[in-house]
């Protein structure tokens, strides 16, 4: 047997396209059906702001392609990658064509200079889990209840470096580029996140692929920005307005941002523990209406939230 790696983009080779199998409906229904349309769109290109290569793996001798793993990439924040959807066809395991997959998919990103590496998988994948481990990746965010798992290949001081920038601050609306830097800014350990306009409860996922069929419509989306830089987000449905920034400047000029809005009035929910942005939105003169206790993802006990109000 002889199988032939390779780096696969757009335009991909038709035998290709034709196995990849998480485009197909037979692969992916009913357990994940929202990630159908994304796969589809991905293996179409038809994704703007991301840029698909599949590390594949061909076996000459049927020209039947046996293994695979995703990698998106968006010119607009090109230190950071999306790892995903890896698969070894089951009559070619254990003859280490995982490891020469994964290998080459890491190895390009290396030479793109990817600074970190994004994993979404599940705790059950232990094989697969193992693998990712003994390369670097490490689990940012699990949750045993519901088997989901978030890891990180990469150098932590990069959310630093990156995101607590120097530079003018601005907000505008969240173009297709962006959505990497929010993935990143979402799923970081130091986020406590709630995103309280499209129910996520604390809940943290890969959101840059799946938004249109998790959030339904009437979301706004902005960006805060530092420069050409996206630093933080506000999330608006009608009433209701959630945000993240890394710092307390940003947070201010989130809230001051939400707050001039006329006739709007607004709903903010913080984690009381977020000490941050907990004091931007009181110090903005909002309103404490309530406060409840809910259990976010990936933690065992309840914890405290406040509902602000303002307008």
Known sequence: MAIEYDILTHPLPPRFVEWYPYAQPSVMLPDNAHWLDS????????????????????????????????????????????????????????????????????????????????????????????????????????????????????????????????????????????????????????????????????????LSLTRASEWGTGIEELAIRRGSRMCGFILIKSDQADFYTPDEELAEEAVRYLTSRAGKARQIVTAARDEMKTAAVRDSGMTQARTFRERPFGRSDEEEFILWRTG
């Open 39 to 206: 796969m589809q769109r991905a293996i179409g290109d038809r994704m703007p702001g991301v840029v698909h290569h599949f590390s594949a793996a061909r076996d000459t001798e049927t020209d039947a392609y046996v293994g695979v793993a995703w990698l998106g990439l968006s010119p607009a924040m090109p230190e950071v990658a999306h790892f995903g959807w890896f698969l070894v066809e089951e009559d070619h395991r254990g003859m280490g064509i995982g490891r020469e997959v994964l290998d080459r998919a890491l190895g390009f990103l290396d030479k793109r200079g990817v600074k970190i590496v994004m994993l979404p998988t599940r705790l059950s994948t232990i094989h697969a889990r193992g693998m990712y481990g003994r390369r670097g990746f490490v689990d940012l965010i699990a949750e045993q209840e519901t088997g989901k798992c978030w890891m990180i290949r990469g150098d932590e001081k990069h959310f630093d470096s990156y995101f607590v920038a120097h530079g003018s601050v601005s907000i505008s609306p969240m173009g297709y580029g962006d959505w990497f830097a929010f993935d990143y800014l979402l799923n970081h350990g130091r986020v406590i996140s709630r995103l309280y306009p499209v129910g996520l409860t604390g809940e943290r996922r890969a």
